[in-house]
């Protein structure tokens, strides 16, 4: 009986493990690829590319004489060039003293600074360009928000009064006047909340005068993976009836109350496709980003509003869906390191910084909501990975850039030795982070 309770949690436990390993495997092979391919323009040659360490597990040599390899553990990989002594590309001096200037040429350290630079630098650019592709190809396939405030899909509630239809134009809402959606949506912000609301839309070329629903109700929009509401089993577009008997019928009412719970248990009543239940759970503290920089302590469940329908969408231009996905995979970069800045100034706390163990566990649970959660969790991951990998730190991408500049401003590289000492403080550097953002996956609420 013991053993059988454990499945659960056991087949919990495997498929986290299996969603961070894809999730990071993916990852990993365009960065190191991004190093193999510019290294290849540019004349370096690869003998390894690596997905994993340790025991080879397969293998196969291509055309033009690299080997790829799948290899046991499967928690990162590299690229060894020619001339390189390990896979963090230190000098092999024995190998490089034999080698014809010709082959020297086609190492890591023979080869000109600008060919060097750039196959280091290309491991991060790619993991920026896999952001940018995934937000492209959801914003080219969910379309963006029209400039018209019209009425795209109603999204199924509880309460009365669902009288608007898909391909209304809204004119008015309570009096105001809503020309464009950025109007609208102003307007629903000096709205008291109630059951329902005064519209007047154009419908089949005619003005019609209408009570329908409260633009922004209590409905769960999103669901942030690994959140209080995700625990208790929120989903998408479950309504919140009632938060400890007080009904609510905005989602800013949601939000308030769950402001001021200061982390005490909510009982909450939950509509789904015509089911009621109940469930609690006890808000989370935390540091989210302010829209004007820098952030902010509030209690959470991890819910996100909207709109009680989708927006009219449009599918926009190449050169326009490139920018939407480029403004989105900075905005995660800049939030990224403004939350490390707070976090060293001790503005925020230490606890937000995860390790490998909140990593694999963030993995598991975007999986859980599906297909389109778990690849926008790759693409944000891929995003942290990238910028991680150019801080200036020796071992890491960052780091071999400021040798490089260091290069380019003295016309010799940093000694033998020298480099010997910053890699091995680097390294220390590193694994001491990793350890202290386990320790936060361990002890951190």
């Known amino acids: 009986m013991e053993l059988i309770g454990l499945i659960p949690s056991f087949g919990n436990l495997l498929w986290t493990v299996l969603a961070f390993v894809l999730a990071l495997s993916i990852i990993v092979a365009v960065h190191e690829y991004g190093h193999y391919i510019v290294g290849r323009w540019t004349g370096i040659h690869a003998e390894v590319f690596s997905l994993g360490f340790g025991p080879v597990l397969f293998s196969r040599m291509d055309r033009h004489g690299t080997r790829w390899q799948f290899a046991l553990l499967p928690f990162g990989g590299y690229v060894k060039f020619m001339g390189d002594a390990d896979a963090a590309s230190g000098k092999d001096g024995e190998v490089i003293s034999t080698l014809t200037p010709a082959e020297r040429r086609r190492t890591m350290h023979g080869a000109p600074l600008w060919a060097r630079s750039a196959t280091v630098a290309a491991g991060p650019v790619f993991n920026f360009i896999l952001s940018i592709l995934v937000f492209a190809g959801f914003f080219l396939y969910n379309g963006v928000a029209t400039d018209r405030p019209v009425v795209g899909e109603l999204k199924p509630t509880p309460f009365e009064g669902q009288s608007l239809l898909p391909g209304d134009l809204i004119v008015q809402l309570e009096g105001s006047e809503t020309p464009d959606l950025a109007a609208f949506l102003r307007a629903t912000e000096a709205l008291t909340p109630a059951p329902d609301v005064s519209y007047v839309v154009e419908r089949d070329g005619q003005r019609v005068a209408l009570d329908g629903p409260f633009p922004f109700p209590p409905i769960a929009d999103g669901v942030q993976p690994q959140s209080a509401a995700q625990d208790v089993g929120i989903a998408r577009g479950d309504v919140i009836l009632s938060v400890d008997g007080q009904p609510v019928q905005a989602f800013a009412e949601l939000r308030d109350l769950v402001g001021a719970s200061d982390g005490k248990p909510l009982l909450m009543q939950i509509w789904r496709g015509g ?139 940093p000694s033998d030795k020298a480099l010997r000492i910053l890699m091995t403080v680097g390294l220390a550097v590193l694994l001491s982070l990793m350890v202290f953002a386990l320790g936060n996956d361990l002890f951190c609420p």
């Open 275 to 413: 089911e009621t239940f109940e469930a609690a759970l006890v808000p989370r503290r935390m540091d989210i980003p302010r829209a004007e920089g820098g952030f902010e302590t509030r209690w959470l469940i991890g819910l996100s509003g909207g709109l009680v329908f989708v927006p009219e969408t449009r599918r926009p231009g190449p050169l326009e869906v490139v920018g939407l996905a480029a403004s989105e995979t900075w905005r995660i970069a800049t939030t990224s390191l403004s939350g490390l800045a707070h976090m060293i100034t001790g503005a925020i706390s230490s606890c937000n910084l995860r390790g490998p163990i909140g990593i694999a566990e963030s993995s598991g649970a975007a999986a859980t909501q599906g297909a389109a959660s778990f690849i926008l969790f790759i693409a944000m991951l891929s995003t942290a990975v990238g910028l991680m990998n150019l801080f200036p730190v020796p071992v890491l991408d960052g780091g071999h850039l400021v040798f490089h500049a260091w290069e380019a401003v003295t016309g010799k590289p």
